[in-house]
C-alpha cells in the first residue's frame, strides 16, 4: 500500500501583495521566497500554512 499525500492549494486575491507579505513574515509565517515576483498577470506570493499546505496569493495588474 502506497500512501499518497494530496495537497490542496488555496487561491486568494489581494489588494496589496507587498504590505501583506511584510506583516505575514512579521508574524512568522512560511513565506516562499520567489513571493512578491511580478508577471504580466500580477503579482503572485505563496505561504505554507501550519499544516503543509501552499496558499498563493494573488494581486492582478492595475485595472483589473
Known sequence: IRLIRRVHERHYRVADLTALLVELR?????????????????????????????????????GQ
Open 26 to 62: 512579521k508574524e512568522g509565517c512560511h513565506v516562499v521566497d520567489k513571493s512578491g515576483e511580478e508577471s504580466e498577470y500580477g503579482k503572485f506570493g505563496w505561504v505554507i500554512d501550519p499544516e503543509g499546505n501552499k496558499v498563493e496569493l494573488w494581486q492582478p495588474p492595475e
